[in-house]
């Protein structure tokens, strides 16, 4: 019997209409562990205005980075081409299926599959480098919730994080020397943009901040690059509550009059580009830097299904999550 490895990030919706996109926001904003405020008054809200309104807007984002192909979002299709390369890598011994926590392919149907075939042992691998409780703890809760009333569980393992892995250290800092090869300019500043979370959440006890500047501090070390040139900063902001600072937009607008003429954003909270990568930051913030006076702007691209990325995603389920299961001749 083959053991099961779940790889599982955050969803998009089925096809970029305001309908689609309703129905992942409606999921996606049920979720406790992304917005804890009492239902009591966070469904008016939620029902009576934002799944009104945000809908048509982000339906339009999502048409704008959707593929040439336009069968599935992008983070969805460089998932299943990460599961592929994973697949390939350790071998029919293991069985990898994709998993969205929102949306589709569900957590709820991975695991069928994998049980379907047999799988007694199953891992996790949530696609998130740094822990956060809206991300990797809700992939555990969907993990949990889709073993309601079942009557024989498989063994699971989870992975929490994976950024303190040299390998995953290496890899962003061979992303941006590649990308840096394929422009003609010289930044004066890099950013390191994480996907930003409420302040609340981390003065409760979420470790994500301290994990997003470890990041940027384990690059710095690995490549030289010195506090002023790599700098962390938080985007993606939702709502009116302060998100963990300094914001993306808000750094971008202010350096060009500081002289920071010319910049690039690399994104290493994001294991594969999607809407926050492609539309927010690789359309709208240049436009917003170019607008405040920046004359360069580059978007480096996610980790994807770069080969290293890869070969250290297979690396880390072999070793944080698979070992001792392999020889046991399941
Ligand atoms: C990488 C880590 C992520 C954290 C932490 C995170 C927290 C978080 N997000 C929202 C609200 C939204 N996020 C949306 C999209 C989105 N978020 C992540 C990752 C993290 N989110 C990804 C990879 C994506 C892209 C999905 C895609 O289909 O490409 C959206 C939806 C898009 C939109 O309408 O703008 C919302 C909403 C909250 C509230 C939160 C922390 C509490
Ligand atoms: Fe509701
Ligand atoms: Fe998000």
Redesign the pocket.
């Known amino acids: 019997m083959p053991v099961g490895l779940l790889m599982v ?5 089925d096809a970029p209409t305001p309908e689609a ?1 309703r129905r ?2 409606g999921q ?2 049920h979720d406790y ?3 804890d405020t009492s239902r009591w008054i966070w469904c008016p809200i939620l029902h009576g205005v934002i799944l009104r309104i ?1 809908p048509t ?2 339906a339009k ?2 048409a704008s ?1 959707w593929g040439e192909d336009g069968t599935e ?4 299709r460089i998932t299943r081409s990460q599961v592929a390369g994973v697949q390939d890598r350790l071998g029919d011994a293991v069985r990898v299926e994709t998993a969205m926590r929102y949306g589709n392919p569900s957590i709820d149907a991975g695991l069928e599959k994998l049980m379907a075939a047999g799988c007694t042992k199953i891992a996790v691998l949530p696609l ?1 480098p ?1 822990y ?1 409780g ?2 990797t703890a809700s992939v555990y809760d969907g993990v949990a919730k889709a073993l309601v009333g079942k009557w024989n569980v498989p063994e699971l393992r989870f992975l929490r994080d994976y950024y303190r892995e040299p390998a995953f250290i290496g890899s962003l800092a061979n992303s941006l020397s590649d990308h840096f090869g394929t422009i003609d300019w010289t930044p004066d500043r890099i950013l390191c943009s ?5 302040q609340t ?1 981390v003065d409760a006890g979420d470790p ?1 901040q301290d994990e997003c500047l470890e990041t940027t501090d384990l690059l710095r070390a690995h490549t030289g690059y010195s506090e002023t040139v790599l700098q962390s900063t938080f985007q ?1 902001r ?2 009116p509550k302060a998100w963990l600072q300094p914001y993306t937009d808000k750094t971008l607008e202010a350096l060009p009059e500081q002289g920071i003429k010319k910049v690039a954003v690399m994104m290493p ?2 294991s ?1 580009d ?5 539309e ?1 930051i690789a359309i709208e913030a240049e436009e917003t830097f170019l607008e405040a006076g920046g004359t360069h702007f580059t978007t480096v691209p996610c980790l994807n299904d770069r080969r290293d990325h890869i070969n250290m995603l297979a690396d880390i389920a072999r070793n944080r999550l698979l070992n001792g299961w392999l020889d046991q001749g399941e």
């Not at 994480?194 to 409420?198: K, N």
């Not at 999607?274 to 492609?278: K, N």
Request: glycine content about 8%.
């Open positions: 990030n955050l969803g998009s919706p996109t992942y926001l996606f904003l562990r992304v917005v945000r807007r982000s984002a999502y980075i979002a992008p983070l969805v998130y740094q956060a809206a991300t994480y996907h930003g979370l409420p959440y994500y993606s939702f709502g909270g994001f594969a999607c809407l926050e990568t492609l927010e």
